[in-house]
Each structure stands twice: as C-alpha cells, then as structure tokens.
C-alpha cells in the first residue's frame, strides 16, 4: 500500500474552495466599499493612525528638502510682495477680508495635539501668527467654532521630534464654522479648497481641524480629486507630522465665484464646475447642444427644491400642477432626496430649470449644464442675500438667472405685520438689529403662497431663455 498524499483529495479541495469563496467575497466587498464611502469607521480610523499615505521611506526624524516639483504650486498662491517674501524666506502669511493664510515653502512640523506649526528661523526673523483655517473671519458667530492653528518660528533643538514624515505637502482647513450647510460648504470651504490645492496635482495632503467624519462622506468624491492621500482627523490623530512644505488657510476669492484674474490664478467658476462634473462622474452636457437634439415631444426637465421647515411652498401642488400643463416633466426634490448630494448632482445635471426659494438648495445649481435656467424665488426682506450670494454668481457659471421677488400678499408675514410695519416698509432697519433678529423674521419665520398667475409669467420667461439657448 502506498503512502497517503499530503496534498488534499479533489473533493476535499472543491469542498474548501467553496467554503473560502464567500470569505474571499465579503473581503473584496469590504474593501471596496471602504474606498468608496469610507462606510466602516473603524477601518477610516485606523487607516489615520497607522496608514502610510505619502509617509517617506527616511527615518521619520530627518527633514525633507522641498522637491522642484511642489515650488510652483506654492508660488502660485502669492503675488508681489508676499511672492518676494515667501521667495527670499521661504514663509509668507498674509490676510484677506474673509480669510487668513500662511503659504510655508520650507520644512514644517505639525504638532496635531496643540495645532502648532513649526518653523525653522533660517532666513525668517522670530514670528508668531495665528490662522483660523476657515474662509469667513469676520463673522464672529462662524469663526467661534474653529481652531485656531500657531504658526511660529523655533530653534530646530528646540522643535518637537517628527513622528510621521510625509513627502508631500499639507493644507490645514476646518470643517467647523457653518459646515454642514450646503452653501457654506461650497462658498466658505470647498471652492477656496480648490482654489488653494489644485495646482498641487493631487500631490499633497489634507489635515483637518475640527473634523466631522460626516461631512468628510459627503464629499470625499471632491476630496478624493484634489488630494491622493487620506485626510488626516487633527482631533483623534495627536502626533507631529513633518512635511516639506505647508498652506495653513484656504485662499478665498468672493462669494460663490472663482476668479481667474486673482491668486492663484487661471481658475474661473466654468473650471470649477467642470471639476466637480469630473469628480461626481457627471455626462458633460452642454444645454445649448442637447436643446438641437430634443425630439418635438420631450418636454423640458424642471426640478423644483421642495423646502419643509421655513420658505416653503405652501401651494406647491398647484406650482407643480401649473408648470406641467405649461409643458414642463416636473420632479419634486424633497429635502430627503437633497441630502444625498452624489445623487441629487446627477438629477440636478439632467435638468434644464431649477426653482427654489433662496436658501442653501440653491448652491445646487452648481450641477447644472451651461445653458440652463435659475429660477430663484426670492421672499420678503432677501433681496441682497438672493442677488449677492447666487444672482451675481451664475453669470459666471454659464447658466441664465431668473428672480422672482414675491410681494406682501404672498409671504405668510402677512399674517403677521401690516403692510406699514418695518419689518415689510424698512426690511434694512430689521437687519440692522443683527443676523439673529433678521434671521429669525425673514429665514426662519416665512412661507409662501406664489400667486399662479404671476409666476406662470415667469416659468414662461425660463422656456423662452430655453429655446434662445437652442439658437
């Protein structure tokens, strides 16, 4: 009788195969979903602690000299005498009305536990100076929940030890402020993001104050595009990380807009909204051009922000009624259905009219194809809000704007104050008293009822804007 095999009979072997397929499986599954939505915390979290992401393969107490390659992008975002300056001593920290920033074209150390950023005195005389990394300093209310960040120059004995050595750069921003407010998140965070990190190529890194894990899903699709390394959480991860250069702050350039002329230039609104096609994976589609090809039979797609809290459309199934008999496919975006920001760019993108009351469902129309339509409603005692912060804007963005202001009878205010109450005679006088009395009166405190007749004129306006486009 001959000796016995090591290796495992067929069947043996079929039978194992089948039983570590479903492993194999939910391994593969894990992982993908992990890269897509970072949907377990536990392997995010472990991936901050202990992750290699752009870690150098030096000893982790040794500097990086600042490759050729990262030069540029730091030049880039100054200009005169901060561009001197930052040339001649390798820092440059300068101020805007909305924003405080320190470009560091030299090794820096991050000490997370303190937010402190250290800086070797080489050809920089002693300094110390402090950046809250949010774009809206002077609103005191916004800024009260953001981490100041220390940049300051120190002895090189006298520095903390790098414990984590990175071979690229890093931008520090917060989530703090108004995050978590769609508006906020583009105007004060996501636009300056990208106006201050794209030059980089991807090659840098992000460390974030006053993390919020939420929001950081939310968008890791634009994350993910202008930065190949995992962010790093400031709050949980509390050691000093060394990189060979640094931008503390996100460069602003005015609401809502990217302007090509400023620092760093070459950037317009059109390119950042070809970014974030790019980024959410949306057809490029140019309004004008599929306007050739619509079929006699298709009707234009209207989507209409439905609000449920304040600046609701307390007719809106008499507005939806009327636009569909005016020939429009009308879809109603819930605010349900607005919360998932990587499915609502994919609706709002198809769409040739989007109607909404001022609020931030409106920064939606960042989604939509050139040549469509805007078509904001704009409610008692928010005209300059309205006009300033998406009216002037989609100018720039390729779209055309329609504002529909309503009038006494058709805010709920009406039940409230007579037409002689300077809350509906002197809406400046209210606004004078501050954000929150404002706020509490014409945000938070109204609804409207559109008068049909009226508004039909104005959905009347947007087919007609739709058609000229086609020409």
């Known amino acids: 009788m001959g000796k016995e095999s090591k290796r495992p009979s067929c069947g043996a072997a079929v ?29 995010w979290r472990m991936q901050i602690s202990h992750g290699s992401g752009g ?6 107490t040794e500097s990086i000299e600042m490759e050729g390659e990262f030069s540029k992008p730091f030049q880039r975002l100054v200009r005169g005498k901060e561009r001197r300056e930052l040339d001649t001593t390798g820092v440059s920290c300068f101020s805007d009305p909305l924003s405080d920033v320190c470009v560091i074209k030299q090794n820096v150390r991050i000490d997370t536990s303190t937010m402190t950023v250290y800086i070797a005195p080489e050809n920089q005389p002693p300094m110390q100076y402090t950046v809250r ?10 800024m009260e929940a953001v981490t100041p960040v220390e940049v300051r120059t120190i002895a090189d004995d006298n520095r903390p030890a790098c414990q984590v050595t990175h071979t690229v750069p890093v931008v520090v921003f917060s989530t703090g402020g108004f995050a978590s407010n769609l508006f906020h998140d583009f105007n004060d965070i996501i636009i300056p993001l990208f106006l201050t990190s794209r030059n980089f190529r991807s090659q840098l890194m992000f460390a974030v104050t006053d993390f919020m894990l939420s929001w950081i ?14 962010p790093i ?75 449920r809290n304040s600046r609701q459309f307390l007719n809106e199934d008499e507005l939806v ?6 020939g429009f496919h009308v879809t109603v975006a819930s605010p349900q259905r607005v919360a998932n920001l990587q499915k609502f760019a994919q609706v ?14 409106i920064a939606n129309s960042l989604f939509l194809p050139e040549g469509a339509v805007l078509v904001q409603v704009v409610p008692l005692g928010l005209n300059w809000a309205s006009t300033t912060y998406y009216g002037d804007p989609s100018r720039a963005m390729g779209i055309h704007y329609l504002e529909y202001q309503v009038t006494y009878n058709e805010s709920s205010l009406s039940d409230t104050y007579p037409p002689d109450h300077p809350v509906i005679a ?22 409207l009822r559109l008068d049909l007749a009226r508004f039909k004129e104005t959905l009347l306006q947007a087919m007609q804007r739709l058609r000229w486009s086609a020409r």
């Open 321 to 326: 009624g009327m636009a569909r008999e005016l």
């Open 426 to 447: 002197d809406p400046n006088s209210i606004h004078l008293q501050g954000y929150r009395v404002s706020r509490a009166v014409y945000v938070d405190g109204q609804n």
């Open 217 to 230: 899903r939310k968008y890791h699709p634009i994350l993910a595009h202008l930065s190949s390394y995992d």
């Open 348 to 361: 709002v993108h198809s769409c040739d009219v989007l109607v909404g009351a001022h609020g931030a469902g």
């Open 133 to 142: 990394p949010y774009a809206r300093k002077t609103d005191n209310t916004c």
């Open 15 to 43: 039978t194992i195969c089948l039983f570590l397929l479903p492993l194999l499986y939910i391994g593969i599954r894990r992982s993908s979903s992990w890269q897509s939505d970072f949907s377990s915390l536990s392997s």
């Open 55 to 60: 870690l150098s393969s030096k000893n982790n």
């Open 233 to 307: 959480d400031t709050t949980k991860d509390r050691r000093v990380h060394c990189f060979p250069g640094a931008v503390i702050g996100l460069k602003y350039h005015s609401d809502f807009t990217c302007n090509a002329s400023d620092v760093p230039g070459g950037y317009s609104t059109l390119d950042f909204k070809r970014f974030l096609r790019e980024s959410f994976n949306l057809k490029d589609r140019n309004r004008t051009e599929a306007a050739f090809t619509r079929q006699e039979d298709q009707k234009p797609n209207l989507v209409l922000i439905s609000r």
